[in-house]
């Protein structure tokens, strides 16, 4: 039985779920051959990840994270692209939400917040619009162009970082502190104003705006004329053409909002929590969006879920390393990636064998 014909709740649910318990088994032998339990390993990782107020706050930051580049991904794999240029393309949307906070300093914040915030979305848009037109009018393919983007946006911000950028006074590669007025509010700051103590962590208003994107691109894609063109052309660019459609101005458009979305992240970190633009401030959590977005089968609420996985297994990842000294941070590393492995590249390893059992229980299905 093909993928296509199992009932949505199996393709959407069991299979990922199975896929990930298998990859845990998979690092959890891992862990046994360095002599450490799986079991209490694992422990260890959920009540770093779960435990407390403070490691929830660091997971549901790294989950917003994961989920604009994530949904970035998505929509240009929509439209039949694969856009790997998430790292560059936040990169970029630090450098439009600094450039805004820097220039405008005296803005209100009412104002000076929400026009950082499109800075950033535009500083990703206008670095994905050009493997978009390559793609579009030269026939460039987006992989390679995507990836030499990434390359030209960490040598550009380290060159402005370092230059006309930098910090009077100051060694490192960072620019000066933002205007107060320029910052998103931390989780902690907006439960207190309702009365409600949370423990301090970088967990910020671009949560809210994370999960208000992934409403707004599963609105876009599923609920619009522009998304059901995106999708159009991401399954036959002829038969869209055919149907007056311009696969090269959807593939332009899909590549901007892509984008946009990986700009976006950027207001986690510059705006959220570190206050400046620093060098590499992303961490990878553009190529993580990539497994995200595989794992979320390019759908905004299993983007959604996945981006809280990986966000548990990096909060969670960096307090094991803490109580089990021979799980290395380089070991939660191997975890994503049997979490990748099998939940991407072997993502229908087990869906078959799923399906006859399936047809088993309910023949009438089959």
């Not at 905004?300 to 390393?321: D, N, R, S």
Request: glycine share 12%.
């Amino acid at each position: 039985m093909a993928n296509a014909a199992l009932p949505t709740w199996l393709t959407a649910v069991v299979v990922p779920v199975v896929n990930v318990a298998v990859a845990f088994l998979a690092a959890g032998l891992v862990v046994a051959l360095i002599g450490e339990n799986p079991l209490t390993a694992l422990s260890g990782l959920m009540r770093g990840a779960f435990g407390s107020s403070y490691g929830i706050g660091y997971t549901l930051f790294y989950t917003t994270s994961f989920i604009f580049t994530g949904l970035a991904v998505a929509v240009a794999f929509h439209a039949g692209h694969f856009n790997i240029g998430g790292e560059g393309q936040a990169l970029m949307g630090g450098l439009g939400a600094a450039l805004v906070a820097l220039g405008l300093p005296d803005l209100p914040a009412l104002l000076l917040v929400p026009l950082c915030v499109l800075g950033a979305a535009a500083g990703g848009a206008i670095w994905a619009f050009l493997p978009g037109w390559l793609q579009a009018r030269r026939g460039s393919h987006i992989v390679i162009t995507t990836i030499m983007f990434n390359f030209i946006a960490s040598t550009l911000l380290v060159y402005l970082l370092v230059g006309p950028m930098k910090m009077a006074g100051s060694m490192a590669p960072e620019t000066a502190q933002f205007p107060p007025a320029a910052l998103l509010a931390s989780a902690a700051t907006i439960t207190g104003w309702f009365g409600w103590p949370m423990t301090r962590s970088p967990l910020n208003l671009s949560f809210a705006l994370a999960l208000a994107a992934a409403f707004a691109v599963w609105l876009l894609i599923w609920r619009t004329r522009l998304g059901y063109a995106i999708r159009t052309v991401g399954a036959n660019p002829e038969a869209a053409r055919y149907a007056g459609l311009s696969p090269a101005r959807i593939t332009i458009v899909a590549l901007v909002i892509s984008g946009a979305l990986a700009g976006l992240m950027a207001t986690n970190e510059i705006l959220g929590s570190q206050g400046r633009l620093i060098n590499d401030f992303t961490a990878g959590a553009g190529f993580v969006g990539i497994a995200v977005a595989l794992m979320g089968r390019g759908h905004p609420f299993g983007i959604v879920l996945a981006a809280l996985l990986f966000g548990a297994l990096t909060q969670g990842g960096a307090e094991l390393a803490f109580e089990m000294p021979a799980i290395t941070r380089d070991m939660i590393v191997v975890i994503q990636g049997f979490v990748i492995l099998f939940a991407g590249a072997l993502e229908s390893l087990f869906a078959d064998r799923i399906a006859q059992i399936y047809r088993r229980v309910r023949p009438e299905a089959a």
